[in-house]
């Protein structure tokens, strides 16, 4: 029986890095002399198969904002804007377009292929060092593709930032679930990608809750200096700052205040990562094992719903992560017409 081939149609939707990178899979694969390698050919490629008749199905429904009139009623970017602005957290689903749903899902099932490459990868040459960094750099993508979205959605939903960047955020999701980014979508993902790759791969310290360490750690890890400098500026609000230090430190601003107030009563200017960990209760630091991109997510996640709780409670501290923050920074000097 002739082996499943690996190609690439001109409507794929798989990027050029994501071509590559399966490519690479794939000639291992074939190379493996592994008893099970066709299986597992034929595994991929239904897969594959899966993931165009998602698309052709996100692709059966109009643009968010092409069919514009039903009767009486009129949807447009102002309409769009109106109801996500008075969507939470609690109900944001009910009002999102089916596209954005179909989108979601062609997102999630990418990621999920992308673990099972991993997974046969494991299988077939664990020693392979080299092929497992380019494959979790394409399941990482896909985490941070779906951290995007939710980040514009952040930003959508909240009624107290200025309409023109409301707008903004939405005119870029509607790029997003249209399968068609915007330019500010593209110039800004590359920079959100840079960032969470940075703070990923550093070792954190809790101890003085400065923080200034982990930053020098997060530049010379590749992060993006935009990033670093806009919470380096001099004009920047208190819950800025602490958003940032959420971000730098991986502990709520609630837990680090306590442990300012800790130290402070002791006398002390700083701890052992190990005194603050059991100071602040939390447990040390293990190697991820719930799979590739999980902690990725797990870390932006936990800290946006910190966030939405604070907007919904009004209670003090960062209404949004530091990269919401930087988010509605880099909109309000974008041009309308580039997020569209």
Known sequence: MVAPELHFGTDTPF???????????WQVL???????????????TKHIDRIHSIRDSLESFPAVL?????????????????????????????????RSLLWRS????????WRLVRYLTEEVAPDNTELFKIIEKRIHACVYLKLAEELLLSVSMDSTLPRSVRDKAVRSLTSLWDANPS?????????????????????VSVGTLLGISEIMRLLQAGCA????DH??????????????????????????????????ES??????????????????????????????????????????????RHLPGPKHTAEEYMLVYFLEDFDSEDTV
């Not at 009139?69 to 769009?80: A, H, M, N, P």
């Not at 804007?81 to 999102?96: P, S």
């Open 106 to 113: 062609i997102t999630m099932a990418r990621l999920n292929f």
């Open 15 to 25: 990027t050029e890095r994501e071509q590559s990178a399966l490519s690479d899979f």
């Open 66 to 98: 092409e069919e514009k009139s039903l009767g009486r009623r009129e949807r447009s970017l102002f309409t769009l804007v109106e109801l996500i602005a008075n969507a939470t957290d609690a109900d944001y689903e009910m009002y999102l377009p089916t």
């Open 225 to 228: 200096p935009e990033f670093v």
């Open 30 to 44: 074939e190379t493996s002399g592994h008893q099970d390698a066709e299986h597992f050919q034929k595994l991929c």
């Open 267 to 312: 006398g002390m200017t700083s701890m052992t990562p190990e005194e603050a960990e059991e100071a602040l209760g939390l447990e040390p630091t293990q190697p991820e094992d719930s799979g590739v991109g999980v902690d990725s997510y797990h870390f932006h996640r936990e800290r946006h719903l910190q966030a939405a709780a604070r907007r919904l």
């Open 183 to 203: 330019k500010a979508v593209r110039k800004f993902f590359p920079l959100l990608e840079a960032v969470w790759d940075a703070r990923r791969n550093i070792v």
């Open 231 to 264: 919470f380096c500026r001099e004009r920047m609000s208190k819950d800025e700052g602490l958003a940032f230090q959420e971000f730098l430190i991986g502990v709520s601003s609630e837990k680090l205040h306590d442990l300012e107030q800790l130290m402070a």
